[in-house]
């Protein structure tokens, strides 16, 4: 489990660390489609961080971390975090990350000041109920009224990558506009648009669809002489790959499959969801829904 979490992780770090698709995802999310980020100006930047731990320091680690550069400084740094999973602390996470970055200027250690923009990814399917608001974190506090005066607002920016507007998906320029728009029409999907990160993309759609398997994908590419430079569309990709590949990917992993769908079944029984359960048995996005929601994206 904690080693496709781990592959799950570096394939949806690795797609987003594209200058371009990074530069995209700023731009749309954060500016509206301006084109405010150029890939050119955004330079990596650490990811780590340390803290104070109960008995001697820790390190903690951010997905990605993008200096934008302007007149040969850091005018801002990006941080951008992948959510598989809603996290009702995530709040206290980002304040010891842009906290850390912060005392590093407090201390000199950076030649110049800039502010720290962190933002969410998140890729599940229940929609983001969580504490997006410091303030509200704390609400069922038995707290003096006059304290919240004093009280520091910090906010969570979190993008719910599945549940995008469509007037949003189509300010997206790269290929994550292939990815959203997929995960909002699913398997009907079509699309004339060239693929630029075609390993990359093809890896991302079968994590987000709960496949574990995306290491044969350069071999099979190799196999079939397609090139990451080559001009191929979303739709011969698609149908040549995806739609074979997982399907094959399927037969082959039937007993994987039924497997995890005895687990959800018993979890559903336990609970006492027998609802639930006659749902799953007919509703593959609801079934999909069913295992994000008790971790049971994938069953050894």
């Not at 906290?99 to 110049?112: A, H, M, S, T, V």
């Not at 504490?131 to 707290?143: A, G, I, P, T, V």
């Not at 350069?218 to 698609?238: A, N, P, S, V």
Request: aromatic letters at 10%.
């Amino acid at each position: 489990m904690g080693g496709t979490k781990e592959k799950k992780d570096t394939v949806e770090k690795d797609f987003i660390a594209f200058p371009d698709i990074t530069a995209d995802v700023i731009n749309v999310l954060l500016y509206h489609g301006k084109i405010t980020s150029k890939p050119e100006n955004l330079l990596p930047g650490p990811t780590e961080t340390i803290y104070q731990g109960m008995e001697k320091l820790r390190n903690q680690y951010e997905d990605l971390c993008k200096y934008d550069i302007a007149n040969g400084k850091i005018n801002i740094m990006y941080l951008i975090a992948n959510q598989t999973k809603t996290d009702g602390r995530m709040l206290l996470r980002k304040a010891g990350y842009t906290g850390g970055i912060y005392r590093e200027q407090y201390e000199g250690k950076n030649p110049c000041l800039f502010p720290v923009i962190e933002f969410v990814l998140y890729w599940g399917i229940p929609r983001w109920k969580s504490s997006r608001d410091m303030r509200k974190l704390f609400r069922k506090q038995n707290l003096p009224e006059a304290s919240w005066k004093y009280i520091d607002s910090l906010t969570l920016h979190v993008f719910e990558m599945r549940h995008l507007p469509e007037e949003t998906r189509k300010l997206f320029q790269s290929d994550m506009r292939i990815l959203v728009d997929y995960l909002a029409e699913g398997n009907s999907y079509r699309s004339h648009r060239k693929i630029t990160h075609k390993a990359a993309l093809v890896k991302m759609i079968r994590v987000l669809s709960g496949e574990e398997n995306t290491g044969q994908i350069e071999k099979w590419m190799e196999e079939q002489g397609i090139r990451e430079e080559d001009e191929i569309t979303m739709c011969e990709l698609f149908d040549q790959y995806v739609r074979q590949g997982i399907s094959q990917g399927r037969a082959e992993g039937n007993i994987e499959g039924e497997n995890r769908f005895a687990s959800l079944v018993q979890v559903l029984i336990d609970s006492g969801r027998n609802e639930d359960l006659k749902r799953a048995a007919q509703d593959r996005e609801y079934r999909d829904q069913l295992y994000q929601e008790t971790g049971l994206v994938n069953v050894d």
